[in-house]
């Protein structure tokens, strides 16, 4: 919202403050000031003159020799311009004049110029060179032609005044949702009277001599409108609003209509209080306020048909709607330049029903944003009459009456304050007469007081967020100001609790950072054509979806991390990085339950997942290596170790998961009372690596957290002795099937090895090819022997190994040693 | 017999004068010094000299091989240093050529800010909350009602919330508030929480504004807690996070959740205060939004208020991180291209 400080002036003296100061007071204490802009002429000097002769410049085609006079002298100028022609008044700046830079809008003097050889006496002007361009008064370029707007225009005036152009200050306001008294002149006056101590110069209007208007029929639905007034108006004069008036609305960011239309803003802005104008010849002497039948239509005011559903509420006659209550008028019963006779409407409309009218059309106005906020009940009236004494005298209307309905009475409302509760609150004591003057100028009326407390009455124009003793608490701190109040520290010291939890997954992303990962944040938010980009389906029927988005892009919350990180390497891909190491945690979300009051049913899962491709190391003098499947398990692996998993972690083939290729993928199991895999990781497969243009493999993996971690033991580790006796090692090698993993071998190994001599077996050696037939492979493992109580004989590890080798054998008919 | 141990003494000083390296020295300590040396063999001779002559003769042959002994470790050790220094040339290698790349990732920018900010308030006590207390869909229970947002209120325009076809109530939170009350539903005072967390807003995206971002809530429960405490921990929270000189202002606000309500300004930190673009102008950079929280909130949740009082305050993560690193575009932060992330 704009408000003009001449205006504001009006009810409170701010002659001596700055706009900054008052800026600064209303800021401070809630009203967010955004701008402060300095209206009025940017120019000096610029006089109205006629263009009496245009003559052709003698050495340029474009350019023509101008004769203007003023009332008194001629004088020749050099103009440019395509749009001039003798008889028009025009702006006439001589040298010493101060006029606008075209190009950069900067300020400057007018000094003599010779222009290809002929002598310039000034310039004409166009409207961006006197600064008036906002004020849109022509459409088309060059010279600001002002006999065609202002008809009457003398010559020699100061066309600061034919433009009506006057030193102002506009504050653009941001009143918060709470305040609806604060959208009008009044009801900020009231807050700098306060805020810098000031009187104010306001008192409600009546109405002299009011009377009831005949032959009108009322009748209101109390739910939607606990309050209507009608004021009746004949032989109205439309007519350009005055100069004064216009210039108010201008700079409130009201576009001037007529005087009728211009009144009823000019009092909405005033008092805070929306009217509205009906034609009266178009109203057939009943009107009644009502909730809206479902598909009713009307016709607003901007032209648009609006379908209208039960929340809409209607200002109606017999037969039809005429107006959207507090929100638009309707065209079938508009002002329009033959009207001579006037229905004003001033209303109580409640917030709630407003707003949910207005959200039923979709429509918001000036109007409907006061009425939501709240409108003041007493102010009603007194706003009505305020319009009728301008419609008298602006209109020259013939005031014939008001009929009214309903009750424009606030019951009293009362607050005690305790004054030990100031305190309580704010750490501050504040002296007992300034709370009182505070709460005064801000309206409230002392009620009774005694040593420990006063009670208060609230204003009309606060009875909607003043209602409680630490509301009044407010108002008191944020006009003694915030700034007075001593920053203090709790008085107590509290440990924050350090969750194991947060610890544990604060070490993965350092371990995965430490192996070269880094960190990607990608939105939960993404649509279908993300989904279908990459070829991952979703589940329809658990989707959470939003009701409205400004785009497909961002309608639902995803379901899997997959999209988004193939979108990670497509991105990087294409600004030409080929080697990507990134994790993310992030969280996917799908309906499970049914959804009550307090419980939505959408389950939210903790996903850590991650990718790899490319090479391993990217330094361009050294060797590097391809990524491959082992070293997105390796980290996999890391993962297990670090959280203490890993003789509990089952691998297994992952063929179902059409993402990754089916043969270079696995599911892992942590072994436990959940058997679901809590990760899978792999191979893109090759028809989506192929399908997203990727020019390289890809590797993935998706960790289900919360089930991870679920099987994690937080117990902490308890130190082994470190052994005294050595350990041997002894290597075995063997030719097995194909078919047989790595995973069933080192099982069996532990199997068939006595455990108190086993430490361990790596594998060091797997070989296909040459000498090796087909079908089957050769490996090699590294057998590790430790017993605790003795060094061991080569008699022991003998015959253990050869214990080994003959249940290798049992187990595993193809196996052969090689010796 | 003296005059053949001159000679021999005269020519072993000779022999290592000229050794060239380890392998000559070797020779001349087998020649000379060893058990099978010349000088041995005429030890052995002594027997057959005169008892007068025999401790001359022996005296004089001991310091024949002394001093060969102290020519050859002599020559011995210049020659190890003399092939141990072109050793080292010949191992000269580009040290100015890169290092070898062990990969090393890096933590987003965001993460890094929200640790940052938590560890600052966990230094005042302040506990992160539980990951099911902080839940992104919300029902409008948690995210207007128990806030104390009026039914029908424009205060509920105050950010553009996402509706979903899960059903009427259930939204996208626009703020990490709830987490207010979800705590509290599970946790009695003595409160001091802090819950970082993803939010989202209903409005197109542009280098300003992001359809979600993050957000930090924090709040405080206890006998006798004031907005003066509310000053006191935001003001340790800036100094800390933006530095000592940075002034702050705190100013009039309105969050349904919390009465009085302020807002905290932070000295610019481009132009100190002068005004400028990134503050348009007013000098001051508004980074938090606080205040006492309301009694509604928490009658609503069961505490009573005439016996205890609180705070809550809440920030936008990407707001400060934009304006610590100089960040012009929200988006930089959810594309993940690796020369962004590289930076931090």
Known sequence: MQISLEWLNEYVDIKDLSPEEIAHGLTMSGLEVEDIEKTGAKFTNIKTVEIQKIDNHPNADKLHLVTVFDGTNHRQVVCGAQNIEVGQVVPYASVGSKVLDRKTGEQFELTPAVIRGVESQGMLCSDDELGVADLKLQEEDGILILNRIFKDVKLGSDVKDVLNLQEDTVLTVAPTANRGDEMSVVGIAIEVATIFSRELKFSKMTCANEVKAKDFELKIDEDVCKYYALAILKDLKIAPSPAWMQRRLLASGVRAISNIVDITNYVMLEYGQPLHAFDFDKLNGYIEVRRAKKSEKLVTLDGEERELNNNSVLISEKDKGICLAGVMGGENSEIDDNTVNVALEAAFFPPATTRRSSKSVGLRSEASARFERGVDMEMVKPALCRAIQLLIELCDAKFEGITETGSNELPEQLITLRYAQIKRYLGLEIPEDTCISILESLGFKLCGKNQLAARFSVPGFRAVDVTREIDLIEEIARIHGYDKIAPTLPDKTIAAEVKKEDLLIKKLHYLLLGKGFYEAMTSSLIGKPLYNWAGIEYDEEKNVEVCYSQSEDYCMLRQSMIPSLLNIIKYNFDNGSKNLMFFEQGKIYTKEEPTTEKSTGVKQRRILCGLVTGKTNTSQWQQTEDVDFYTIKGVIENIFEELKLTQRVLYSPCEDVKYLHPKRSANAVVLGKNKAPVARFGELHPIFRDRLKFNQNVYLFEIDLDALLENVNYNAVLCKELPVYPEVTRDIAFKVKNDVSYQDLAKSIKKLTSPNLFNGADIFDVYQGEHVEEGYKSVAFHIYLQDKTQTLTDEIVDSEINKLKEGLKKYYPSVSFRE | ?344
Request: aromatic letters at 8%.
């Open chain 2, 1 to 344: 017999m003296q005059k053949q141990l001159e000679e021999i003494c005269a020519k072993a000083l000779n022999e290592v004068e000229n050794a060239q390296n380890s392998a000559d020295i070797d020779a001349i300590k087998l020649e000379y010094l060893s058990r099978k040396s010349v000088l041995n063999n005429i030890k052995k001779g002594l027997k057959d000299l005169t008892p007068e002559q025999r401790p001359i003769v022996g005296a004089f042959a001991n310091e024949v091989a002394q001093k060969i002994e102290q020519a050859v470790n002599e020559k011995e050790q210049a020659i190890y240093e003399k092939e141990l220094n072109e050793k080292l040339e010949s191992e000269r290698i580009d040290i100015t050529l890169p290092g070898r790349n062990i990969p090393m990732g890096k933590i987003h920018p965001l993460t890094q800010t929200v640790d940052e900010i938590v560890s600052i308030f966990q230094g005042m006590g302040f506990t992160i909350t539980d990951n099911e207390n902080s839940p992104e869909v919300e029902t409008e229970y948690y995210n207007f009602d128990a806030l104390n947002f009026p039914k029908d209120h424009p205060a509920k325009d105050m950010q553009d919330t996402f509706y979903t076809k899960v059903a009427p109530n259930v939204i996208l939170r626009g703020q990490t508030s709830g987490a207010q009350i979800h705590t509290m539903e599970t946790k009695k005072p003595p409160l001091r929480i802090i819950s970082p967390g993803r939010v989202y807003r209903c409005e197109s995206v542009s280098a300003r504004k992001n359809n979600l971002f993050h957000q930090i809530e924090g709040l405080v429960v206890d006998k006798n807690i004031t907005f003066a405490d509310l000053k006191g921990v935001l003001n340790e929270f800036t100094r800390i996070y933006f530095g000592e000189a940075r002034p702050t202002r705190f100013r009039t606000s309105f969050f349904p959740f919390t009465e009085p309500s302020a807002e905290i300004d932070v000295q610019c930190i481009m132009c100190k205060g002068k005004g400028c673009k990134v503050c348009s102008q007013t000098g001051w950079l508004e980074i938090l939004g606080a205040g006492m929280v309301d009694p509604n909130v928490l009658k609503g949740v069961g505490i009573d208020p005439d016996v205890y009082t609180g705070f809550a305050f809440g920030m936008g993560v990407e707001r400060l991180a934009m304006l610590k690193h100089a960040i012009c575009d929200i988006r930089m932060f959810f594309n993940n291209d690796i020369r962004f992330l590289e930076q931090f």
